[in-house]
């Protein structure tokens, strides 16, 4: 047999590797799973984005900010500290006053004015429509006049006036969800002082006598009545794909999430187009709809256990605020908790069992034991919060709802450090440092402001809540 020509053998090789390189084409069943499953990771990728704006479209729906809400490019002071009569809020902060805002940066920059907070404790985190925490400013030693801003949002050109800082924004919705510390209700005045001298203003008002309008016009199709996690539960994809679409335009996605967003432009989910799922071919729209009921599954399933840290009976986050690619962890803890401090700003601390694992119960009694070298390392303060089953502050005689490192709490004669948590009263030696416990299943909160190092890479940790009887 002749040898084959040189040409017509490279060419039969070619042939060949084609037929073997050629690319699996996916079975019915297998283009639907990638279809169902590309609808899946977009919800759990797109869900913050949603859950931050059915957010802010609840907190703004007023014509003027009251004691709970504001419109957008308002303020909203919170001028009173929560007690056990407190029943719409969970887990409830006695420790700051709340200093707040939804942003929409589309038409132009917008300007805060941060007064200088001296030695008070005042965290003021800038989360962008993510739910990602891209800025935290800081007006400490800027004097009397305090420190300005320019919240800039994406695609802006301008100067700014001197003495103006700028910050950009990675898009047009930003909530800044800032805290004014409280050394307990003898403090409110000073802290409500130094909240009014707060100012949000649009940059074109800047330099120029402005007051705000008096009353903003209010978006007659706002749903109030239902939380926003509930609206989102019961979405279906035109809902879900059809806000994430139009969300996109002015909330950028990062460059890193292109790859996830080409998945998602094959199921006609593309920014700033509308999305039809009936445009769809029948068997992609019933993939597309498993995937975004899987999708909300994961999300809720994900949020009922956001923490990472685990120790002693105590879970919290040390990864809040910033999660590169990894959408799932994003979506939990804005599920769990929309709106979770960076973590150099504050930790939660979270507990409701004891040293021996068991559930922690008002019948019993409880000591959280600090040595004197173990104190909760922070550059601020600590509080230690309980509350009942239902997270609610504890009813007692006194008002005792939290201890805090600025008490006058009494330390052992060897500089440790023993807190009572116990339903009744102890006795008088041991009364400044009691936390009153509810009857039934409870929980305690030990937050951590300004957290120094050793909190932050895990080398401390809050010791096990022991029980005393």
Known sequence: ?????????????????????????????EQAEIWRMTAEGGVVYGYPLLLMDATRALQTAVAAPDAERAPVNRLRLQRTLPDARTTDVSYANVDALYVSAWLD????????????????????????????????????????????????????????????QRIDAPTAMVWLLGRVGVDGRDDLAAARRLQARFRLLPLSAWGKRYAPPKRAPVDAAADTATPPAARLAHMDAAAFFGSLAMLLHDNPPRAADAPLLARLATLGVVPGRTFDPAALPPAQRAAVEAGVRDGLRTVADAGRAPRTHAVSGWSYALDAGRYGVDYRRRAA??????????????????????????????????????????????????????????????????GRYALDSRDRLRFD???????????APPSRARRANWLP??????????????PKPEVLDGRWAPPPIGRAD
Request: with cysteine; hydrophobic share 45%.
């Open 105 to 164: 940066l589309a038409a132009e920059p917008q300007v805060l004015v941060v007064p200088d907070p001296g030695q008070r404790f005042v965290m003021l985190p800038l989360l962008d429509g993510w739910s990602e925490t891209f800025a935290r400013l800081d007006a400490r030693g800027s004097g009397r006049r305090g420190r300005a801003y320019a919240l800039v949002g994406p695609g802006w050109q301008g100067d700014l006036p001197d003495g103006v």
């Open 437 to 450: 416990l509810p009857a039934g299943a409870c929980a305690v909160v030990l937050r951590l402001y300004a």
């Open 413 to 423: 004669k060897d500089g440790s450090l023993d807190l009572y948590l116990q339903r």
């Open 1 to 29: 047999m002749k040898p084959l020509p040189r040409a017509f053998a490279i060419v039969v090789c070619l042939a060949l590797a084609a037929c073997t390189l050629q690319p699996h084409r996916p079975s019915p069943a």
């Open 333 to 398: 803890v804005a599920a769990a908790s929309l709106g979770a401090s960076a973590p150099q700003d504050a930790v939660y601390p979270f507990a409701r069992s004891d040293a021996a694992g068991q559930a922690l119960d008002g019948a019993h009694r409880y000591v959280l034991h600090f040595d004197k070298d173990a104190l909760p390392p922070v550059g601020a303060f600590w509080s230690l919060t309980a509350y009942d089953a239902q997270g609610r502050l504890v009813a007692n005689r006194d």
